[in-house]
């Protein structure tokens, strides 16, 4: 524009000044000086345009342009000129009326990927972890583009014969024979799309793949455990860096718990027992430490966790449950921090009469209740953990004759964790974790009391988003979720197992981008 308006003004002066001249040889010899003063001037204008970018590469002038270097800024300054401010005033453009953000409309960020995708750590904190990286500037396309493969070698034995307790892999005897299992697999796999359609709303979706963890029927390589399915998806509307304030609807981690593990692959048994995933509502505000959550639920019985009865069925056509979590992080020292929070829900899983089954419908919600820690210590993290329902759990009781003793309890688990941090290639790279958790699901010496789990853990990451892991596991007792307390064997007696162990060696490595 400012090269077509130089030239105009040039052609102006010159139509202007052609009648005057145009009989006098004198003047013809003052015009033709006048002209050539006019390119000497277009030509140094067009070198200052070039340098400062705004010519076209067509229009360049032949002569060498020396490059424009701006004055370095004061050391306190901040870290920005001029050109990148009309860059942000480009991006904030472009966010709020559908422009990409960049040039390049499709990027990855693989230390975000690891955290999205990671099934151990901020397993339901997803939102923050999202508005955290936009407001550190990691999701700066318009869609970011995520992945991670769990890839697992295992050996397991057990002293019942195909009742093995680590719950990482479905205990099932369509999946387990004999009293030693081996495997070389792929755990889980997964795929998710970050998309910012403005500064202030986001969207995210999670395509996930996890055979042995599947509810599908048969064996592993059976086509039902082997689907891929939308594990999570929701809109977020928010922007930490304008206001604290945020909100998503979808289908989501529910705020219930910590529910997190300082090992490296296998989940507490906290998580398993209380973890939840359901289709709902959330409001959330985080700032200076405080993070404040509350959930609006659908009712019926959700993906994990949640069944809160729709007119005496398990028909998720009401919101009528909800969740509610809220803690503070306060600093200690440089780089050291402490966090504790409690949370509350209104329908836990926990609420069927015996039999004891996977989604059945529930007389009445059964509500919980949870108190967690954490401490960052600098090298040394520790958590704490400990979630329970208010009410008896009914199916924690039998009919059987031979169970009349055992009487109905409200379940309960906890947590203790420790993990430490070494420096091998570079500075805490190499953790080494141990981890105790506990399922109170019956009465004191019944089949299906508890289930124990210790996790000894080595963790290796050779870059941000690669974690190679290895693992020595035991559990103590064996109390699938599904008949705990009888029902589904021809004697009335149940399968669960107080005495049955199990002890794991596996190796593996989570890899993301």
């Not at 009648?19 to 050539?36: F, G, M, V």
């Not at 299992?181 to 998309?195: C, D, P």
């Not at 008949?483 to 021809?490: A, I, K, M, V, W």
């Amino acid at each position: 524009m400012k090269f077509v308006l130089i030239a105009g003004v040039s052609l102006l002066s010159l139509a202007m000044a052609a009648p005057a001249l145009a009989d006098d040889d004198a003047r013809i010899e003052e015009l033709e000086a006048r002209l050539a003063q006019l390119e000497a001037t277009n030509r140094q204008l067009l070198e200052v345009l070039a340098a400062q970018g705004l010519l076209p590469q067509a229009n360049a002038p032949a002569a060498p342009v020396m490059p424009h270097h701006p004055a370095p800024a004061p050391a306190d300054a901040p870290m920005h000129t001029a050109s990148h401010d009309h860059h942000a005033q480009q991006s904030a453009h472009a966010a709020r009326h559908g422009d990409d953000f960049h040039q390049n409309l499709v990027g990855v960020s693989p230390e975000y990927g690891y955290q999205i995708l990671d099934h151990a750590e901020g397993v339901n904190t997803r939102a923050l972890t999202i508005l955290s990286a936009i407001e550190n500037g990691d999701l700066d396309r318009r869609v970011t583009l995520s992945g991670n493969v769990t890839a697992l070698g295992d050996y397991q034995e057990s002293n019942s014969n195909t009742k093995f307790g680590w719950l990482m892999r479905h205990p099932t005897s369509a999946n387990q024979i004999g009293e030693t299992v081996s495997e070389f697999i792929v755990h889980s796999a997964q795929l998710a799309v970050t998309g910012r359609m403005t500064d202030n709303i986001t969207l995210y979706s999670e395509m996930l793949y996890d055979p042995e963890q599947s509810f599908g029927s048969g064996t592993l390589t059976d086509l039902n455990r082997n689907q891929i399915q939308l594990r999570r998806a929701f809109v977020l509307f928010g922007n930490l860096s304008e206001r604290p304030w945020y909100a998503a609807i979808g289908k989501m981690d529910t705020p219930f718990g910590l529910n997190d593990t300082v090992s490296p692959f296998t989940n507490s048994t906290s998580w398993h027992a209380f973890a939840g995933l359901a289709t709902g509502g959330m409001v959330g505000y985080s700032n200076n430490g405080l993070h404040v959550r509350a959930m609006a639920i659908q009712g019926g019985s959700q993906f994990r966790a949640h069944n809160a009865p729709v007119e005496d069925t398990n028909v998720p056509s009401r919101v009528n449950n909800f969740a509610v979590d809220v803690n503070y992080t306060a600093a200690l020292s440089e780089g050291r921090t402490v966090m504790a929070g409690a949370s509350y829900t209104e329908a836990t899983a926990y609420c069927q009469a015996y039999p004891v089954f996977h989604f059945n419908p529930c007389d009445d919600s059964n509500p919980g209740w949870a108190v967690y820690a954490r401490a960052d210590l600098g090298r040394l993290e520790l958590l704490g953990e400990y979630a329970s329902t208010t009410d008896d759990w009914a199916g924690t009781a039998s009919p059987v004759p031979i169970y009349s003793a055992f009487e109905a309890v409200a379940p309960n688990a906890f947590t203790l964790g420790g993990r430490y941090w070494f420096d091998l290639q570079s500075s805490e790279d190499f953790a080494l974790s141990f981890e105790f958790s506990r399922f109170v699901s019956g009465d004191d010496g019944a089949p299906w009391e508890k289930q124990d789990q210790w996790v000894l853990g080595g963790s290796y990451f050779i870059s941000p988003s690669v974690n190679l892991f290895g693992e020595l596991i035991r559990t103590e007792g064996w109390v699938p979720l599904n008949f705990l307390s009888g029902g589904n064997l021809p004697t009335g007696e149940s399968w669960s197992e107080s005495d049955a162990s199990t002890n794991v060696l596996a190796l593996g490595v989570q890899a993301s981008f």
